[in-house]
Nanobody
Framework: QVQLVESGGGAVQPGGSLRLSCAAS????????IAWFRQAPGKGREGVSY????????HYAESVKGRFAISEDNARRTWYLQMNNLKPEDTAVYYC?????????????????WGQGTQVTVSS
């Protein structure tokens, strides 16, 4: 059974930085697409960033472009979301997700595995 476990969330002041990690454990699977989503209080879940093996240029939501960066280790068992210049509107629960098939986008049903979420709070 595959599990995704996020870590690295916390509270930070505006302008600060955090790095989220997502570690995959269990059966060895070849994820084609890895992604980060987030859900702010009272809002639906939205895509933040993804990268596909067949399309290695990462995609970012407009709201985070230039501030966030997605990366992964060579084995594609751990991936990261570096978040810089954080803003109060970045406050949310952040989820990592992985898809076994190639996908371009943030359609949640295309992602087979999800982490439990980690809270990020940006406040002065």
């Amino acid at each position: 059974q595959v599990q995704l476990v996020e870590s690295g969330g916390g509270a930070v002041q505006p302008g600060g930085s955090l790095r989220l990690s997502c570690a995959a454990s269990g059966f060895t699977l070849d994820f084609q697409t890895i992604a980060w989503f987030r859900q702010a209080p009272g809002k639906g879940r939205e895509g933040v960033s993804y990268v596909s093996r067949s399309h290695p240029t990462p995609h970012y939501a407009e709201s985070v472009k230039g501030r966030f960066a997605i990366s992964e280790d060579n084995a594609r068992r751990t991936w990261y979301l570096q978040m810089n210049n954080l803003k109060p509107e970045d406050t949310a629960v952040y989820y990592c997700a992985a898809a076994l098939d190639y996908t371009l986008g943030y359609r949640e049903f295309e992602y087979n595995y999800w982490g439990q979420g980690t809270q990020v709070t940006v406040s002065s």
